[in-house]
Each structure stands twice: as structure tokens, then as C-alpha cells.
């Protein structure tokens, strides 16, 4: 059966020959309508034909009225609807400077900034009159510490976690192809490692969630055997432990059984056609302790590659202990990756995706904050991810305490993505997220891919200018000193003067000044996730 986004097209290409047959029958002046039609449908043929837009592909005819909208979209804007820097979750703007970096077309901006620069929470950062030339756009960072036997040279800007079954097979491969040309990395999502992670042979992180698809066995636990099978695989540079996700933390997640098909079958481990469970919490351990056991475990059966765990900060307690059991037991994981609250996914309740799972800033600078405490700052690499799209958020995340920064949704606008919102449907129109075989194949792997290279290459770019600017050499050399906030339309204050910074070593000897320190801090244990009994007593009162 003909898919219902072609019909335009085919009720044309009846038309036109309908037309065709009157002006040969009845009379020719039959004929202009059929010029007409045949205009357009030329135009519908090479749409389906052409590779550089995915839209065009799946919606021949019809695209062009999105196109001639998105054109005027600015006076319709502009004069009725809303402005360009309204975030829906993702401005125009934001969108608009991903396209054009991904495209390689012009990026700048005439007429001055739409932002309001005496709005409170505007930030900037502040430049230098001496400004450097660094040598190179291509910032990386050494991941893996003294017990980690093969480090890896990370880019300080990669591709964050997005499974094959969330992810179409095409945009897996774009991604994976644009990592490999870029030299940054490809984060798999929990979904495990896929044949198409495997074809292009960029540079992956396989993420480990609670359903260990990719390492089970058949009731669903840890298997060692088929660990050690996959993180051999040469493309496999780190092992990431995923604890939460800043979409939708603490919830878990069901793939219905018509969904699993035999791709996502052999990728995760599950059988075709039966519901796959992602629990909401992991059965390999249960308690701070255990995670680091079970983190160094991974590393050893890896043959030595870099380890460590993601996860949205929620009950500062339970990040407390796990901090406690790295400080006692010296179990230390090579990377910690925070996803902040305002992470996306393909689907999650309205209530996690609004109300659950602490911002991304607050979340980064507790756990920096926590590490310089205990003098394990040096050791431990923090990844960061939650709406980094630009050259700026990635300075300010890394400013905030980051090594280095993931982006999903930002790499989804550089395949093509156009903030549809319906990933969760099947119908993505640009067949980024969909498992539709039509719908994919408007997604030009060669193509694609290239835009994610370029998407890359020239934020890395922009992140050298503004490096330059503030007269540094490397974004490890950016502090909260160099970023201001505006705090109210007469007030600015640095990052480093907005919040409370611990001091190296500080939680060895006492308790910094913040006051989530002076609550929890002591009360948290290595040997258990449970909340600590004196909470019962703070209901009530006002934690500032």
C-alpha cells in the first residue's frame, strides 16, 4: 500500500496523465494544465531522487510548502507568533546555527545580538586584551587513570548516547561515519552495540545500562563471557556505566515486543518479539561500594580500557556515598559523565522530563566540587551533557568544572533532525528516529554523515575563537572565573563569585561551606544508597 506522505505526489502523476489524455481527446487548451502538472511532477521525481535533504525525500511536493513557510516564518514570527530565541525546547536559533555549521554555509549574524544582555541569568564570557593563537581547533583530553592500561584521547566535544531502536540504522551510521572522519567519539546508548555501529569504524563508548543488552544473559543478569566478547571489539575505546539518564532518571523503560525486531534483537541479546525491560535499577550491585567494584571489574575483563558511570545527580546523599567508597576503597573510575535534567529522549513521562533530576550546572559543579574535596579531582575526567549545542555551552560547561561535553540533540539537527517531536511515533519525517524502512532511506548515509563531521569541525572552530579571545591556549585553562552571569538588570557576578567552590582536599579535613555539604555530607555511607536517618528530622525546615 502506498504510504499516506506520497499521496500528493500520486494523485499528480494521475492528474498529469489524465491531462495528458484531454488535451489529446477534448481540445489543447488541455495542454497548459498538463505543462503545469508535468512541472511538478519533474519537481516530485527530483525530490525523491536527490540526497541532500531527507524531507524532500519522504514528502516529495509537500516539503516545499514546509520550505516556503520556513522561509516567511520570520515575518509570521516576527508579527503573530513568537521570537527567534523562544525555546521550544530548542530555539530557531539554536537550530538555525547547527544547520549552517553542519552544512558548512556562512554562520555569522548581522544587526547585533537578539539576546536581552540586561536580562537576569545573560551570560557572557569575558575576552582578553592579549589575545593567543592557538595552534589547533582539535582540543582533546587524555581519559584513563593509573589503573587503566589503555587511556584514550578523547575530543572535548562528542556524540552522546542514542541507541540503535531509539536511532534509525542510517542516522547510526552517519553518526558513527561523521565520528570517524572527525576523530571525536560515538556514545551507543544502552541499546548495546549494533552491526551498524560496527560497518563504519568510528570510535565508541559502549554504555552499559540496567538491562546489560549487549553483556545478559537470559534471565536478564550480568554476563561476563559475552562482555568480554563485545568490549574487545577494537572500535570499543571506553566502557560507560549507566546509572541514570537526565530525561527520565529513576524510571526505567519497556521496548514492546512489535518493536524488537531481529536488528534489535541480535544487538541487545533479547529474543525477537518479546518486551525489552530496561529496569530502573541495576541488579550487578546495590550499593556505592559495589558500583566501584563492579566499574573495575569492567575495566579488568576489558583488557584495561577506560571505565566509568553516567548519571543525573538526585539525592546528593547517594552520589555522597559513592564518593566515600572511592576515597576508602581507591577503586577509582576513569570518567564520570552528569547528565543534567534537561537532557532529551525519545520518550518519557511529562512529570520526568520537567520535575526530576537536578540541572545540569548544579549537578556538574556538586560533583567537581565533591571530587577537588577529596583530592581525587586529578584522577577522574567529567564528561557533561544536557543542551550543548554551541561553541559558547561547551565553554561554560567546561568553566563549570567539565573535561568535556556530549551532545545528542545537537548532532540529531546535524542529520537532519527538525524538532518534529515525534520520535516516539515511528513517523520522524527525516528518518532520523524511526525504524521505517521508506522513512530511513531518505537519510543519505554519505551525505549525513558529512554534515556530522562538519557540524563538529566547525564548533570546534568557533570554540578556538572564543578561546583565543579570552586569551587562553585550551579549554582545560577556562575557570568560572571567566564566565559572568547577570544576576539582576544592575548586578553581574562571575561563576567563581556565584557559587560556593570547594578547595583541594577540603572534605579531608572538614566540610566546605555549601550548605548540601553541611547536611548530607556526613551522613552519607559507602556500603549503602539508603537515605540517612537524620533526614527525618530536617522535615520541615528550609535548606537554602
Keep these: 500500500m502506498l504510504p499516506s506522505r ?6 499528480t502523476c494521475i492528474l498529469c496523465a489524465a491531462t495528458l489524455l484531454a488535451a489529446s481527446t477534448i481540445g489543447p487548451h488541455w495542454w497548459f494544465a498538463f505543462v503545469a502538472l508535468s512541472v511538478l511532477v519533474l519537481v516530485g521525481v527530483r525530490d525523491l531522487t536527490q540526497t541532500r535533504q531527507a524531507i524532500r525525500r519522504n514528502y516529495p511536493l509537500l516539503s516545499h510548502f514546509r520550505f516556503f513557510f520556513e522561509r516567511i516564518r520570520p515575518e509570521i514570527r516576527q508579527y503573530l507568533l513568537e521570537d527567534d530565541t523562544e525555546e521550544l525546547p530548542f530555539s530557531r536559533v539554536q537550530r538555525s546555527i547547527v544547520y549552517q555549521r553542519a552544512k558548512n554555509e556562512v554562520d555569522k549574524r548581522p544587526f547585533g545580538t537578539q539576546l536581552d544582555v540586561y536580562a537576569p541569568q545573560y551570560e557572557w564570557i569575558n575576552h582578553s586584551i592579549a589575545p593567543t593563537d592557538p595552534p589547533s581547533h582539535d582540543f582533546r583530553i587524555e581519559i584513563g587513570g593509573a589503573q587503566c592500561a589503555k587511556p584514550y584521547s578523547a575530543s572535548v566535544f ?5 541507541s540503535f531502536g531509539a536511532l534509525s540504522a542510517n542516522a547510526v551510521r552517519a553518526l558513527n561515519a561523521g565520528a570517524k572522519r572527525g576523530g571525536f567519539f560515538h556514545d551507543t546508548g544502552e541499546g548495546s552495540i549494533s552491526r551498524y555501529h560496527r560497518e563504519m569504524g568510528g570510535d565508541l ?15 536478564g543478569s ?8 563485545n568490549a574487545a571489539f577494537d572500535a570499543v575505546k571506553m566502557i560507560e556505566v549507566k546509572l541514570s539518564q537526565g530525561a527520565k532518571p529513576g524510571h526505567g523503560g519497556v521496548l514492546p515486543g512489535a518493536k524488537v525486531t531481529p536488528e534489535i534483537a541480535e544487538a541487545r541479546g533479547v529474543p525477537v518479539g518479546v518486551d525489552c525491560v530496561s529496569p530502573a535499577r541495576h541488579s550487578a550491585f546495590s550499593t556505592p561500594r559495589g558500583l566501584l567494584e563492579f566499574v573495575a571489574e569492567l575495566r579488568q575483563l576489558s583488557g584495561g580500557k577506560p571505565t566509568g558511570f553516567k548519571l543525573a545527580i538526585g539525592h546528593p546523599w547517594e552520589w555522597f556515598g559513592i564518593a566515600k567508597a572511592m576515597h576508602e576503597t581507591g577503586l577509582i573510575p576513569d570518567f564520570i559523565v552528569i547528565d543534567g535534567g534537561e537532557g532529551g529522549t525519545g520518550a518519557a513521562p511529562l512529570e520526568f522530563t520537567d520535575h526530576v533530576g537536578a540541572p545540569l550546572r548544579e549537578a556538574l559543579m556538586l560533583v567537581h566540587n565533591t571530587l577537588v574535596g577529596l583530592g581525587l579531582r586529578e584522577r577522574v575526567k567529567l564528561g557533561a551533557s544536557g543542551k ?16 568535556y561535553c556530549n551532545s545528542a540533540r545537537g548532532f540529531m539537527f546535524a542529520l537532519g533532525c527538525i524538532q518534529a517531536q515525534s520520535c516516539h511515533t515511528g513517523r520522524c519525517p527525516t528518518g532520523v528516529t524511526t525504524q521505517d524502512a521508506l ?15 562538519q557540524f563538529h569541525l566547525n564548533t570546534l572552530k568557533a570554540l578556538r575563537e572564543l578561546i583565543a579571545a579570552a586569551g587562553l591556549e585550551h579549554p582545560r585553562e577556562l575557570g568560572p572565573e571567566h564566565v559572568i552571569r547577570r544576576v539582576s538588570s544592575t548586578e553581574v557576578r562571575s561563576l567563581a563569585a556565584l557559587h560556593v567552590w570547594a578547595k583541594p582536599g577540603e572534605l579531608l579535613s572538614g566540610t566546605p561551606e555549601s550548605p548540601v555539604f553541611k547536611v548530607f555530607w556526613e551522613a552519607a555511607r559507602s556500603d549503602s544508597f539508603a537515605a540517612p536517618a537524620h ?4 522535615r520541615g525546615s528550609k535548606l537554602q
Excluded at 222 to 229: A, G, K, V
Excluded at 535 to 538: G, I
Design 388 to 403: 550543548i549545542v554551541t561553541a559558547f555551552d561547551i565553554a561554560r560547561t567546561l568553566a563549570l568544572g567539565a573535561d
Design 439 to 453: 522513512r530511513q532511506r531518505a537519510l543519505v548515509v554519505p551525505d549525513k554523515s558529512e554534515r556530522v563531521h
Design 535 to 538: 533526614l527525618l528530622s530536617l
Design 205 to 219: 563508548v559502549w554504555e552499559i545500562g540496567s538491562g546489560y543488552f549487549g553483556c545478559r544473559n537470559a534471565d
Design 158 to 162: 562528542n556524540i552522546s548516547a542514542m
Design 222 to 229: 550480568f554476563s561476563r563471557e559475552r562482555f568480554r566478547e
Design 6 to 11: 506520497y499521496f500528493a505526489f500520486a494523485i
